[in-house]
């Protein structure tokens, strides 16, 4: 009976419980003026002092933003986003250089503890080295030295620009060019930072490199953006968390991430998307806008994208493989869950144009409360693909009556040699195993909780340990109430 | 950003076609129809043709048939002679009450335009019935109509003719009803639209043909309707046999009640464009359908399967089985799209998507779509494109059969998921023997009707030794 009570006292807390992580910090902003124009563009690249080639990047995606007209195929409402309304560039205060983590701000230091990312921790126990991006701009990198012994370069995008200026300019906007949507075209016009990591020849990057990313100020768009280049037999693992505080208007996120593998190289990128999903009415919330693309160019090169997606209002992102060398291999692995008002409309895409080229799709949709959940996805196998092999799962599992489970998947094969498998499944949970946890004297609670973790294991596994601690957690979380 | 739309000069000959006929169009017309004709032409005049830009009109480039000069034909044909002499078909082992409709227009003597069977089976000429049952008029016509597009809003302005079938309730149709759909004439186009209505526990076997006679281009655009009441059973075959050079849409809308069964079997054979719209509406519980299709194209040929499934209420099934085999540079697109409204639990829905490519420049692009709004459902999708199995050929070829027979025999037993399902077995044998052909290359072209090409007295046989076996 106590037992009963106490699960019940979770389960209130978990389902009536505010967004653990709605905070706001205060930290001073060095903010751009609402609005976007060419000024604004001018603004951000002058603050960080950019050459003249990004500048000229930046406007003639801003030019082409503005020729553009915002995508309206995906299954998600809102309310039209005024671009003219948002803070395009927000930066904390410039202090002086730090060298320790005793120097940082005490006050976000607590932020840090807050979020239960401990940098001294994760220092010290996991040996993951922490790029934490506090709206837009890198406040601390941590790992540098480890790093610098095997010539890895890994550090903010703007720092990038200002040391590694022919790397950027060679990579940037060669995956996701500027004209290739307009999420795409916008953060090429004003994106304000990210993490740049190069992976010389030959090297197995001995840590896991993580960015967590959080958007602070209020009305700040965050526009983040990623380069991950693997040089020929490079390997590292990255990984990208995000939280971010309550807030009551929606803050758009319309961030990319580019990826290149060579010969023999790479890459795993592994997500955790926890940004605030809106309150329990449907009311505030991210919009995550995301463009993420990796291109395996080299032979035998691979790129795996594993992601966790919980948080954010609405969801709009396609992490995407072009298999361009022989023998190259893209996967991607997908947990979504959407609950409340949350919509997600996410998949992948896998271009098959090398010979020999595999890749794998798992995804797993979760749908509670009166959300919506997508699966989109394209595999495209193009005429000279010779044996080319693509295998497709998409499972949706469905948590009341009110929600929503989507499956749009498009197979397009032009290789008389591919051979491509799409299977999908939607359905709830099945009564059968309800029945059967319950009779073990495991209560209705537990079992679901047992059983979506079981459903999502697939995808959990392929996470680097600290993420699949954190998002089992999550899972947990956004997951146990909404049934019952 | 306003988007200018290129106007094609067949659209704007549709325009001043309407403008210019529209007396004559509407001449047989109640009120309810004309005013319904208008309406569409206004939405064809703001829509004009699908283009590739619109999400289901994607993979299918009509471009060249927009840009052909066609002839618009809407004339009544008189009854000269037979059909027999314009069109042979004769069905072997079993017959068949033909209904044939000759460029766009009910074929038949004036006496048999519209006929009343002893058990109360109304059939004949659509544009008959408009006059003499507008009571059916009233209550079907145009009612259900899904996912308009330009083709639909023309066909609804411009179609004056096809077939209507009435089933009274409770008749069983012993007969099989065969609709013979032609064209005989060069370069026109036709907007042609059947009405089919099945009383409460009627039944109904329909085989729907469609043939091409001669080797001239054409543009035939169809819309079929479909109603079924409670615990009607309808059995459709669609046979689609046309030459190269002839676009055929073939839009079917079928609204189902309570208990009723629905099947359907799309064969399509050979065609330059072929594309089937299927709209099951389940608005009754306890509704089921099973929606089969096959296609074998070939050359520069072209076929689009788009099945949409609707679950409107709860405790429906509905199964989805498409096939394909592709060669040379022919191109197939399946859209398969369940949708399950909230609160229609107890749904099962099922889709799955087959093809093989055989060639380098064969192509398939195939999207089978889900999206449910309800919880206590089973649904699942698959789809794949692949080769014939290797350690299978390697098998047979290994027991003494040759690589040609053994492939042949891989293929047929791919294509026979679908042809098995076929109840009428007369009907099936001559269909099996069809695909034999076609699968040979025997079949490329053909110039008569379709069922017309199998010679019962000499069956299509593989050439294997079973003793080797």
Not at chain 1, 356 to 370: F, V, Y
Request: charged share 25%; proline share 3%; hydrophobic share 35%.
């Amino acid at each position: 009976m106590s037992d009963k009570k106490k699960d019940k006292g979770v389960l209130e807390e978990v389902t009536t419980g505010e967004y653990k992580y709605g905070f706001v910090m205060d930290i001073e902003s060095d903010q751009a003026v609402r609005g976007l124009t060419e000024e604004t563009v001018r603004f951000i690249s002058k603050k960080k002092n950019e050459p003249e080639w990004l500048l000229e990047f930046r406007l003639k995606a801003f030019r082409h933003w503005l020729t553009l007209e915002e995508p309206d195929w995906a299954l998600l409402h809102h309310p039209p986003i005024n671009y003219q309304d948002i803070i395009y560039y927000s930066a904390p205060k410039p202090k002086k250089e730090l060298e320790s983590l005793d120097e940082v701000d005490p006050e976000l230091l607590d932020t840090f503890n807050k979020l239960g990312i401990s940098l001294e921790e994760q220092k010290r126990l996991s040996g993951v080295a922490v790029d934490a991006v506090i709206d837009s701009v890198s406040v601390k990198t941590t790992f540098q030295d480890t790093l610098a012994k095997h010539d890895i370069i890994f550090c903010s995008i703007t720092d990038a620009v200002q040391n590694y200026p022919d790397l950027v300019k060679k990579y940037l906007g060669t995956v996701v060019p500027y004209t290739d949507n307009y999420f795409a075209a916008l953060n090429s016009a004003v994106f304000s930072d990210g993490s740049f990591c190069y992976i010389p020849k030959g090297v197995r990057c001995p840590i896991e490199l993580s960015t967590y990313f959080r958007i602070n100020a209020a009305n700040t768009g965050q526009f983040e953006r990623t380069l991950l280049i693997a040089d020929e037999g490079g390997y590292v693992s990255y990984l990208e968390g995000c939280t971010a505080p309550m807030r009551d208007e929606n803050q758009l996120h319309a961030a990319i991430v580019e990826i290149v593998t060579h010969d023999d190289a790479e890459i795993k990128y592994s997500t955790v998307q926890n940004w605030y999903p809106g309150s329990k009415e449907g009311k505030g919330g991210i919009y995550n806008f995301v463009t993420k693309r990796g291109l395996c160019k080299g032979r035998n090169s691979k790129i795996s994208w594993t992601q966790v997606e919980t948080g954010s209002a609405i969801t709009w992102k396609y992490p995407s493989c072009i298999l361009m060398g022989d023998n190259s291999v893209g996967e991607f692995y997908s947990v979504a869950v959407t609950n409340n008002y949350q919509q997600a409309d996410t998949g992948t895409k896998m271009i098959h144009i090398g010979k020999n080229t595999k890749s794998t799709i798992i995804s797993k949709g979760i749908s509670a409360g009166k959300s919506n959940n997508s699966y989109r996805g394209l595999v495209r196998v193009t005429q000279k693909a010779d044996n080319a092999r693509n295998y497709s799962q998409c499972d949706s599992l469905l948590l009341g009556d009110q929600c929503g489970a989507h499956t749009f998947p498009y197979i397009k094969t032009g290789n008389d040699t591919a051979i491509v498998e799409h299977e999908a499944t939607t359905s709830k949970i099945s009564d059968d195993q309800l029945f059967y946890c319950q009779q073990r004297g495991i209560d209705m609670e537990k079992a679901i909780g047992l059983i979506v973790n079981g459903y999502a294991k697939q995808v959990l596994n392929k996470l680097p340990m600290e993420f699949a601690v954190e998002a089992q957690k999550l899972l947990a979380i956004t997951l146990e109430g909404s049934v019952g | 950003m306003e988007k200018v739309k290129k106007r094609y000069p067949l659209e704007e000959k549709f325009i001043r076609h309407f403008t210019g006929h529209s007396d004559e169009i509407s001449r047989h017309d109640l009120p309810k129809v004309s005013r319904m004709r208008r309406e569409a032409m206004k939405d064809f005049q703001r829509s004009g043709f699908p283009h590739n830009k619109m999400e289901r009109w994607r993979n299918t480039d009509l471009e060249g048939i927009y840009e052909t000069d066609l002839e618009i034909f809407d004339r009544e044909i008189p009854y000269e002679k037979q059909l027999s002499e314009i069109f042979l078909c004769e069905v072997h082992g079993f017959e068949t009450r033909v209904l044939s409709v000759l460029n766009g227009s009910f074929y038949s003597p004036e006496t048999e335009k519209l006929t009343v069977d002893e058990n109360g089976v109304i059939v004949g000429s659509l544009a008959r019935a408009m006059q003499e049952y507008p009571e059916f008029i009233e209550r079907h016509y145009g009612e259900i109509m899904e996912q308009r597009d330009g083709f639909k809003s023309l066909n609804m302005a411009l179609a004056t003719d096809g077939v209507f079938i009435y089933v009274p309730d409770n008749v069983v149709v012993d007969e099989t009803f065969q609709i013979i759909n032609i064209l005989n004439k060069p370069s026109l186009v036709i907007n042609v639209r059947n009405l089919v209505i099945l009383g409460k526990n009627a039944k109904l076997r329909l085989l729907h043909c469609d043939d091409s006679v001669n080797h001239h281009a054409g543009f035939i655009n169809k819309v079929n309707e479909v109603f079924l009441d409670e615990n009607a059973e309808l059995e459709l075959y669609k046979l689609q046999n046309l030459n190269d050079e002839t676009a055929l849409l073939n839009q079917t809308s079928i609204h189902q009640s309570a208990n009723s069964r629905l099947k359907i079997d799309a064969i399509s054979l050979n065609g330059g464009m072929i594309r089937n719209e299927i709209f099951d509406l389940m608005n009754g519980s306890g509704a089921w359908s099973d929606i089969r299709g096959l296609y074998l194209m070939d050359q520069e040929q072209h076929v689009d399967n788009q099945v949409n499934i609707y679950h409107n209420v709860p405790h429906c099934d509905s199964n989805q089985l498409f096939k394909g085999i592709l060669d040379n540079e022919a191109t197939a697109v399946f859209n398969g799209y369940i949708y399950v409204k909230r609160d229609a639990q107890q749904t099962n829905a099922f889709q799955r998507n087959a093809n093989i490519l055989l060639a380098k420049t064969a192509r398939v692009d195939t999207m089978p779509h889900l999206e449910i709004y309800a919880d206590d459902v089973q649904c699942s999708h698959g789809a794949s494109v692949g080769q014939l199995d290797n350690e299978a050929l390697f098998y047979m070829m290994q027991r003494g059969i040759p690589f040609a027979d053994a492939r042949m025999l891989l293929m047929y037993a791919f294509a026979d998921a679908v042809i098995d399902e076929i109840s009428i077995e007369s009907l099936r044998i001559n269909i099996e023997d069809m695909v034999k052909r076609r699968l040979r290359g025997d079949l490329s072209i053909c110039d008569r009707c379709v069922l017309h090409c199998s010679n019962p007295d000499q069956p299509v046989i593989f050439d294997i030794d079973m003793s080797k076996i």
